[in-house]
Every structure is written in structure tokens, then in C-alpha cells.
């Protein structure tokens, strides 16, 4: 099954919105495969957000994803990185869509509550960042069978 890096933000964490967002991600059908709470630090970042680094708020978003602990985690799911991104909304909090994560928990455009990969590729690249190998799990949850049609899976 396709996977994606979710990073639940400072902001989530501030907020105490972690477990609703989990809620959502769950009640969907993802399967969460991996967990975990760390603390981001510079060099890191520089690494994910590297296609950022160059901008004039880079430091203002190396703060904020300082500001606490993040919870990374692994989702699971079919075409799970686009349905992700779509739970997600667009990167800025006041022009996310209601019904999305963002459009409904943020006002941002820099403390947005959520990240999540882009694509298949970056995505496996993330996880492979902030997870070692041993920290995603594989299992199948019980009721799959009521989340997917037989040719879905
Ligand atoms: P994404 O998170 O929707 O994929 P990216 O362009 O990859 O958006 O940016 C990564 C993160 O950098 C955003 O989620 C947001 O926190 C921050 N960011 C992006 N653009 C801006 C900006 O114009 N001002 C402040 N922060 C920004
Ligand atoms: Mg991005």
C-alpha cells in the first residue's frame, strides 16, 4: 500500500489538536504504520524544507518548527498521498478550503497544523528522514475489507 509522511506541527501541538487531526486521518481509512513524538532541529529542517531555505521566512519557519515537538507519522492507504494533500488543503491557512485540515484549524500561511509529502517519491524520501526502517510496522487492520472493494486492494 502507498504511504506518506504526516508531520503534526508546533502549531498542532500547541493548539491540543493532535487528536482530532489523528481522528480524521483514522476515520478516513488511513492506516497510521508508524509514530512518534522528536524534536526537529536545524539540521534537519534544512533538509526537508531545502527547496525553502533560500526564502526570506526560512528562519521565521525554522522557529516555529522548533517551538515544540512534532508527531511524525506514517499513513497508509490506496493513493494515499493525494488523498492526503487533499485532507491537507492548500498551504495557506486562509485560503484552505473548508472541510480540510487547514481551512478549518488555521489562519496561516506559516503555522498551518500539518504537513504532508507531495508526491510518491518525496514521500518515501521523508519517511526514510524521520523513521528508521524498524519504526513502520506492517499489519492489516481487521476490518479492511469494509474500507476497500475486493479489486481496491
Ligand atoms: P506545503 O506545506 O503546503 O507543501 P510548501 O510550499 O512546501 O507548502 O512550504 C512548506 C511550509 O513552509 C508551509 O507548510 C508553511 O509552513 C511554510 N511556508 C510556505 N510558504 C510560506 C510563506 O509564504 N510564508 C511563511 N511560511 C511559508
Ligand atoms: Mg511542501
Known sequence: MEQTLVILKPSAIHRALVGKIIDRFQKKGLVI???????LDEKILR???????????????LESMMAAPV?????EGKDCVEVVRMMTG??????????TI??????????????????IENGQIELARFFKPEEIF????SDLRFFYAPDEI
Open 90 to 99: 492548500a498551504t495557506n491557512g486562509r485560503k484552505a478550503l473548508p472541510g
Open 47 to 61: 533538509e526537508h524544507y531545502a527547496h525553502l531555505v533560500e526564502k526570506p521566512f526560512f528562519p521565521s519557519l
Open 138 to 141: 506492517k499489519y492489516t487492520p
Open 71 to 75: 508527531i511524525v507519522m506514517c499513513l
Open 102 to 119: 487547514r481551512g478549518d484549524y488555521s489562519m496561516s500561511g506559516q503555522e498551518n497544523i500539518v504537513h504532508a509529502s507531495d508526491s
Open 33 to 39: 504504520t508508524g509514530m512518534k513524538m522528536m524534536q
